[in-house]
T-cell receptor, first 115, second 115 residues
Framework: AQSVTQLGSHVSVSEGALVLLRCNYS??????LFWYVQYPNQGLQLLLK??????LVKGINGFEAEFKKSETSFHLTKPSAHMSDAAEYFC?????????????FGTGTRLKVLA | DTGVSQDPRHKITKRGQNVTFRCDPI?????LYWYRQTLGQGPEFLTY????????KSRLLSDRFSAERPKGSFSTLEIQRTEQGDSAMYLC?????????????FGPGTRLTVT
């Protein structure tokens, strides 16, 4: 069965510091993985996606993620945090075996950026 | 793209009442998904439409829940005899056909509060 695990429900970083949000996946087939961001009382916005074309994926707002098959990980990073990055971040895997490609989400990581 | 829209954005209802939510997907998207998100959790899949056909329903979707997508355009999600446990954010997403690489675009959600 497809699943993702996000380690750390809350992460705090100082403005200008490195952001690292962790996601590990479990998949019976080569996975397609996604990172979404959610601001308060809003829907989810796609940051980036991994579709097997390249292991290092660049997304919007300076975020990137690296797919590591050996570690079954897809961690999200940003070199320098900005106050506007404060939000909740979700990792998701596409459920290809079901044929519907519905997403299976992690429980989320709330990022706090300290001035 | 005008984006995915949902109506209403907020709904407060008393236990036992029926409620209906509407989702308008991006016009050329033939796939439509409903998810439910409770506080501190990632979104959980409820149901999936391809065009007008409802192809998958989660076990989370009790008999009190029904969804439709007439003519393969907008979709409605109805909850009958609401319970306090139904309080959540209901998210709609749409995507193009194209396998698991086709990302989902989310609406702003409908926040339901059952008193």
């Amino acid at each position: 069965a497809q699943s993702v695990t996000q380690l750390g429900s809350h992460v705090s970083v100082s403005e200008g510091a490195l952001v690292l949000l962790r996601c590990n996946y479990s998949s019976s087939v080569p996975p397609y993985l996604f990172w979404y961001v959610q601001y308060p009382n809003q829907g989810l916005q796609l940051l980036l996606k991994y579709t097997s074309a390249a292991t290092l994926v660049k997304g919007i707002n300076g975020f990137e993620a690296e797919f590591k098959k050996s570690e079954t990980s897809f961690h999200l990073t940003k070199p320098s945090a900005h106050m506007s990055d404060a939000a909740e971040y979700f990792c998701a895997v596409s459920d290809a075996p079901s044929g519907t490609y519905k997403y299976i989400f992690g429980t989320g990581t709330r990022l706090k950026v300290l001035a | 793209d005008t984006g995915v829209s949902q109506d209403p954005r907020h709904k407060i209802t008393k236990r036992g009442q029926n409620v209906t939510f509407r989702c308008d997907p991006i016009s050329e998207h033939n796939r439509l998904y409903w998810y439910r998100q409770t506080l501190g959790q990632g979104p959980e899949f409820l149901t999936y439409f391809q065009n007008e056909a409802q192809l998958e329903k989660s076990r989370l979707l009790s008999d009190r829940f029904s969804a439709e997508r007439p003519k393969g355009s907008f979709s409605t999600l109805e909850i009958q005899r609401t319970e306090q446990g139904d309080s959540a954010m209901y998210l709609c997403a749409s995507s193009r056909a194209g396998g698991q690489a086709s990302e989902q675009y989310f609406g702003p959600g409908t926040r339901l509060t059952v008193t």
